[in-house]
Every structure is written in C-alpha cells, then in structure tokens.
C-alpha cells in the first residue's frame, strides 16, 4: 500500500511559478506510474501530467502543455509538478496518484493510490 502526501501549494499571481511535491511511503514507488490531477469547485476531477516509472516518459493535459513540468527521483520517492505561467483556470487542488499500470491513461479509475492534495489558488 502506498501513501501519497502533496506540498507546495499556495497562492500566487496570474504569470506566477509553484513546484508541487509529493512523497510516498509505503511501497515500492518504482513500480508505479505516477500522476497529477486537479479538482477545481463544481468541476469533476481532471489529468494534468503523467509520469511512467522511470521518468522516461511524460504526457500533459493540452491545456498545461509547455507550462507545466512533471518529473520524479526514484531515490527520493518523490514526484514533482513545476508550474509556470499560471493562470486563474489553473486554480484548483491538486492530487498525485500512483497506479501500477496507468502509462498513458488520463483516466483517474487508471491510478490505486491518491494524495489528499494541496490547494492552488492563482489570481488575476
């Protein structure tokens, strides 16, 4: 069983940067691909970026794509979400998830493990 716990969030100004982090226990983290979704209020629970086991191999949301970098260290057990150029769309809580066979899914049934998440909040 893995446990995911997510920090770095805050609030920032529209054209701002946040790094979000997470960092697992429990398990073998390298057997898992690993992910970002956010929920903004009122709205389902959407993929931002996906990571596969080794970092070889990533996939973004279209609306992210060339703003946003997902990237992981296996040693440290750790999964990372760089942000930049935020805007006001972007706001939300954001959760990592791990799943053991999620490559390429944007689909949140592909992922086991969730975080509980942490809030980001960008204004205009």
């Known amino acids: 069983q893995v446990q995911l716990v997510e920090s770095g969030g805050g609030l920032v100004q529209a054209g701002g940067s946040l790094r979000l982090s997470c960092v697992a226990s429990?398990?073998?983290?390298?057997?898992?691909?690993m992910g970002w979704f956010r929920q903004a209020p009122g709205k389902e629970r959407e993929f931002v970026a996906g990571?596969?086991?080794?970092?070889?191999?990533?996939y973004y949301a279209d609306s992210v794509k060339g703003r946003f970098t997902i990237s992981r260290d296996n040693g440290k057990k750790t999964v990372s979400l760089q942000m930049n150029s935020l805007k006001a769309e972007d706001t939300a809580v954001y959760h990592c998830?791990?799943?053991?066979?999620?490559?390429?899914?944007?689909?949140?049934?592909?992922?086991?493990?969730w975080g509980q998440g942490t809030q980001v909040t960008v204004s205009s």
């Open positions: 990571i596969n086991w080794s970092g070889t191999f990533t």
């Open positions: 429990g398990g073998t983290f390298r057997n898992y691909d």
């Open positions: 998830a791990a799943g053991s066979a999620a490559w390429g899914s944007h689909q949140s049934g592909s992922y086991g493990y």
